[in-house]
């Protein structure tokens, strides 16, 4: 079930469609379709300390293993890297004066957050991603959890 093999995680082109716009709640539709943020420190998968795989809320592809999450107290779940290279896609943002890179799931194309150079070793990279943009699979239960 939690494999580094890329082949396992290719999905048939229905499934990289996101989830319809009624099953997700009103936050989730903001961020993850209108490319919102959600409050700091109010993410359900922001102190989340378990093993295991964080997905797309929207298509659950495989997005982040725990191993590569870190505590920046910057309020958002921060990663160091994605899954794999084929995880996300890139996108510059100009929005609200600043100058940022985006980033969203390359399967169905939901904003998750943005990547800043100001990360630790070994990429250097923090993957600053909104909670309610992901679910979250517990290695050792199997437990899903919605951020």
Same mark, same amino acid.
């Given at each position: ?11 048939? &082109? ?11 709640? *009103?936050?989730?539709? $903001? ?9 700091? @420190?109010?993410?359900?998968?922001? $102190? ?32 160091? %890297? ?11 943002? @100009? ?18 957050? $943005? ?5 630790? %070793? ?13 679910? @979250?699979?517990?290695? %050792?239960?199997? &437990?899903?959890? *919605?951020?």
């Amino acid at each position: 079930m939690f494999t580094n093999d890329k082949e396992s995680f290719l999905m048939t &082109e229905k499934e990289h469609k996101p989830i319809k716009s009624n099953k997700l709640n *009103e936050m989730q539709h $903001h961020v993850t379709q209108e490319a919102g943020t959600e409050p700091p @420190f109010s993410g359900k998968l922001l $102190h989340n300390q378990r093993e295991g795989i964080y997905y797309c809320l929207c298509c659950q592809a495989p997005l982040f293993l725990s191993q590569t999450k870190f505590d920046t107290g910057c309020g958002w779940p921060s990663f160091y %890297q994605p899954i794999d290279d084929q995880a996300v896609t890139y996108i510059d943002d @100009f929005s609200h004066g600043m100058q940022r890179i985006e980033v969203r799931c390359r399967h169905c194309n939901a904003h998750l957050g $943005h990547v800043f150079a100001d990360g630790p %070793q070994p990429t250097g990279q923090r993957y600053c991603i909104n909670s309610v943009a992901l679910s @979250f699979t517990d290695q %050792q239960s199997g &437990e899903v959890t *919605e951020g």
